[in-house]
């Protein structure tokens, strides 16, 4: 069996561990972190250890490739994070937020 034919590659930027929705940049991150694939495991119970060691194996095998791989993923998510920062509410957030500030009035008149 190859490497390959445990992950599925949708995209240039969106690798997927087979049968998952997991990328394999969640199990790299953790292995960058320092976990073990046991740790690893415990963290993502719905992966088998094989499908871990086969990820770290891919990564190890492919480290220049993956880490261009995790630093662009990082610097999307980064945009998107600030995006969403800037972003105009949706109304359901304006209504709840809305809702926090009338239900705080009403707790300070009942004091």
Do not use: C
């Not at 499908?51 to 993956?66: C, D, F, G, V």
Request: aromatic share 10%.
């Amino acid at each position: 069996m190859q490497l390959e034919d445990y992950l599925e590659f949708l995209a240039p930027d969106d690798i997927r561990i087979k049968g998952h929705r997991i990328g394999i940049d969640n199990v790299i991150n953790y292995y960058l972190q320092g976990y073990s694939p046991e740790e690893i495991l415990s963290e993502l119970p719905t992966l088998s250890l094989e499908k871990i060691h086969a990820a770290i194996t891919y990564y190890l095998h492919n480290r220049a490739e993956m880490d261009a791989y995790m630093l662009r993923l990082a610097k999307w998510q980064e945009q998107h994070y600030q995006e969403s920062l800037s972003a105009e509410p949706s109304p359901v957030i304006k209504r709840l937020k809305q809702w926090k500030i009338e239900r705080e009035k009403e707790m300070l008149n009942h004091l």
